[in-house]
């Protein structure tokens, strides 16, 4: 049984060993105090257009006074659909701010998984970039969205963004064709409520740290998403474990200015807790709308010194792989922090040499505000762990029958935390807790003495695509929908770019259902990253007795089919 807490020992000077959240009295008391110390500080920078921390305060402000006089109940829940463009920050913070919970959207999603989320969180009102409008059109009359907010990319960026919406509505045709003119959608267009929120009154919500802040979804096993709680309390110790862990290197770097690039999408979780790290610090965000252009995400880097730079393994294995990433000048970057997936020592190794900046790898989970474990920040070696328990965050490894297991035994690494989700919504959690409080994380894991984890395999059947959780049960429902699919059953198989890649085996009906066809039902009904990759088709499934599809048998049938990959 491992006990001590081996890892507090391995801890940099300055960093202590817990947190205490309780220090604010509300999520809003730690924003308000960033805005405060920052004010003047610019707090984003994208497409060449900048932002105060306190233009992101009267933004904000502005939009909570404007959502105040809506009519809305109060601790309504709120979604917000948008890619990581300047309105998205001071948007969520003054959906907080109005006294309301968020519940931030993949504006990738389908209207299937898009209805789910707002069906399920009650969503009243949604904030949407119209790029992604026809999804909600889809589904709108079958949830409860009483209000929708319009934006468009360029809302934020004052005369270029006149240009930036130009260029993406009628040069790059990205704003599929919608229609939400029905008044019934009472829909208001973002810069509206900016300019009439700024004259409307504002009342200070009574808030405690034990209110919903966020409802953050993610994959579910049963084949639907499962809405996380989070508390204001969590996500106020999520930001203060994070900058403390930070500390011996950001405390280092004496430029006026720190900034964080923002690629990943903010409505993912890793990205959010970088939100709170940056803001707490002061960090100006390089907001990337669109990541995947790698071409224009390398001439982003280019304009300007980066200190942080947060990615998932894909996304630093794309920059790699760019022959002009390499020109770019890395004399300022000081932290490359590897999260969402598992990186992988060949990326490590290639970032290092190129960057001279190590890729320190951590763990966490959407349950936990994407704190969980981490390596010490001033390592300079890629180890092959996910590093050692945030301050703050207890864990315990435990066998199948709930015991502890010794240092360097395998077992289901177990967590507790101010940052750590009480539960789901709508859902009895119990079974996803330990007697004693711990949340069951479903990863398998070793200790070694020093209070390194590293992790071995998952316990569920999750595929980790790029970052993202993907669920075989939910694909299989969507996909046993497709004319002539009889059976199906869905694996996760190694992929050199994404980490994993999803592959489906398919019992067909008869020959008219060809690979053509099943991969245009997926792009047709499943978000991009769940699509299939790989089809095969079988005469049968492996089953149980009960009649459960054995996907182990089929991932040995993939290992051994195709040896070398």
Not at 113 to 121: A, G, P, T, V
Not at 172 to 180: A, D, G, I, T
Not at 364 to 369: A, K, L, N
Not at 430 to 435: I, Q, V
Request: aromatic letters at 8%; a neutral charge.
């Amino acid at each position: 049984m491992i006990s001590n807490k081996p890892w507090l020992s391995q801890y940099p000077a300055g960093v202590p060993k817990t947190i205490n959240p309780d220090r604010y009295s509300s999520i809003m008391e730690l924003y308000e105090e960033c805005f405060d110390r920052f004010r003047g500080h610019p707090m984003s920078i994208c497409m060449g257009v900048t932002h105060t921390y306190g233009d992101i305060d009267n933004a904000s402000m502005a939009v909570a006074a404007w959502l105040q006089n809506q009519g809305l109940p109060k601790g309504s829940v709120v979604a917000l659909m948008m890619p990581n463009v300047p309105q998205y920050l001071p948007t969520m913070i003054g959906i907080l701010r109005a006294g309301y919970v968020c519940t931030p959207v993949n504006p990738l999603y389908t209207g299937r998984e898009l209805r789910h989320q707002l069906n399920d969180s009650g969503a009243q009102a949604i904030f949407v970039v119209d790029n992604f409008a026809q999804a909600l059109e889809q589904v709108i009359e079958e949830t409860a969205i009483k209000r929708v907010i319009l934006s468009k990319m360029g809302d934020m960026m004052g005369l270029k963004g006149i240009l930036v919406n130009t260029i993406i509505r009628q040069v790059k045709r990205l704003v599929p064709k919608y229609n939400l003119n029905d008044p019934k959608y009472h829909v208001t267009k973002f810069p509206e409520v900016l300019k009439k929120g700024k004259n409307l009154p504002f009342q200070q919500p009574k808030m405690s740290l034990d209110q919903k802040a966020f409802l953050q979804y993610t994959g579910g096993t049963t084949g639907l998403s499962k809405g996380a709680i989070l508390s204001q309390r969590n996500i106020v110790a999520a930001a203060m474990q994070s900058e403390a862990w930070t500390r011996p290197i950001t405390s280092e770097i004496n430029e006026v200015y720190i900034n964080m690039v923002m690629a990943l999408p903010l409505y993912h979780i890793f990205a959010f807790m970088l939100s709170l790290l940056g803001m707490r610090s002061g960090y100006t965000f390089i907001l990337v709308p669109n990541p995947r252009d790698i071409p224009g995400f390398v001439k982003t880097l280019s304009k300007q010194p980066f200190h942080i730079f947060p990615a998932v393994n894909t996304l630093f294995k794309g920059l790699l792989d760019n022959p002009n990433f390499k020109d770019l000048d890395f004399s300022s970057l000081r932290i490359s922090q590897a999260g969402g997936m598992a990186a992988t020592e060949q990326t490590a190794n290639r970032w290092l040499e190129v960057t001279g900046c190590a890729m320190i790898e951590g763990w966490g989970m959407t349950e936990g505000v994407a704190v969980g474990t981490a390596n010490v920040i001033t390592n300079r070696e890629f180890n092959g762990t996910i590093g050692v328990p945030a301050p703050g965050v207890d864990v315990i490894i435990i066998d199948e029958d709930g015991r502890h297991v010794d240092l360097n035994e395998g077992g289901e690494l177990c967590i507790k935390g101010p940052n750590v989700t009480s539960g789901y919504l709508n859902r009895d959690s119990s079974a996803d807790f330990t007697s004693d409080g711990y949340f069951r994380t479903g990863d398998i894991v070793s200790m070694d003495d020093k209070g390194y984890i590293k992790l071995l395999d998952r316990k569920k059947d999750m595929i980790l695509v790029s970052g993202f959780n993907v669920f075989p049960n939910e694909i299989e429902s969507v996909m046993l929908d497709c004319d002539g699919i009889l059976d199906c059953a869905v694996i996760g198989i190694p992929d050199s770019h994404q980490g994993e890649a999803v592959k489906i085996y398919v019992v067909p009906e008869d020959n008219n259902v060809t690979k053509e066809v099943i991969t245009d039902f997926a792009l047709d009904n499943l978000t991009g990253y769940k699509c299939p990759r790989h089809i095969e088709f079988v005469s049968d499934l492996p089953k149980s007795n009960v009649g459960k599809v054995l996907r182990q048998k089929l991932r040995e049938k993939h290992n051994a089919d195709y040896p070398q990959v």
